[in-house]
């Protein structure tokens, strides 16, 4: 059997390479007699482990000493509360900006614990842009502004950093870390859950700037305190261990490309072929605002709704699986992360050609 082409925004597609790789050492990590699965957190060669992935993922993104890498659980959906809990400190309020499904699932956290004042919102236009900068409401005593870099299943995507004034900006990059080049400089917290461009689920990497630690409220949770898990390496308690190993070969990997500026000429490429070739085709269409288009989650639908069941079932036969849209919106959408080769593209434009040429 061959890999397939999968296209899922998450769990997503890995890198083949780091796959044979973590089979090469599944049942002896180099000599130590025992898988990573098996091994303690507190080992030498797990800590070494944890440590290596952190120092490349901070070369890769870029991120100073001001910052704490923290390695958590919960996917980022915890951190929807988790963020308001530590960052509120004094404050009862926090800007929010809604770009789509996953702008909108943060604010219903953040509500059961802020005052949540919507800044910007694109809901008018069916979330198929970004609203103007120059149009936000950003509020004087706001905790923080978060925002949602790359909205998943909306497939829209920011080609800016806002500026949220003196709060610090926190920004939900699930579906966009590592896929270009970001100045980490310019935020408070950024987290992503692993699912897409890091690893396995089960980790969620959250990045944040030292002064905004130790501010939690007194009722935080203590596996939620960012303060704690900094203090304790992330090892507070019982790590995502595989998943924190998986995520350091991804790391590995990812330099091998030639880092996170490769990278993103690499996704530039890809989304543009598979965008050029969508506007190309009267029988394929993609709504979003073409400056705002995503790189990483690309929803197309095709001429007529009837024929999507067999358009899927055409691709499956092919090896090109889990092309079906996001329940909540229907059509099709080809998550096209760091790890789908540029042939996986190139493979589903020549299918989509010949399938809009039979049934168009
Ligand atoms: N934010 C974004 C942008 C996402 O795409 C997702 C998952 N698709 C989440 C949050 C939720 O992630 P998790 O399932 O890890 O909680």
Redesign the pocket.
Known sequence: MSRAYNFC??PATLPESVLKQARDEMLDWRGTGMSVMEMSHRSDAFVEIAETAERDFRELAGISDDYAVLFMQ?????QFSTIPLNLLGSKTSADYVNTGI?SK??IAEAERYASVNIVASSESSGFTSIPDPSSWQVSADAAYLHY?P????GGVEFDFIPDSGSAPLVA?M??TILSRPVDVSKFGLIYA????NIGP?GL?VVVIRKDLLGKARQETPTMMNYQVIADHGSMYNTPATYSWYLAGLVFKWLKAQGGVKAMGEINRRKAEKLYGFIDNHEFYANPIDPRFRSWMNVPFTLQDDALNSAFLEGANARGLLNLAGHRSVGGMRASIYNAMPEAGVDALIQYMAEFAQERG
């Open positions: 925004a998450g919960g996917g980022a959906s915890s996953w699932k943060a949602t790359n909205e998943t299943i939900d699930s579906s859950g692993a699912q897409k689920s969620v």
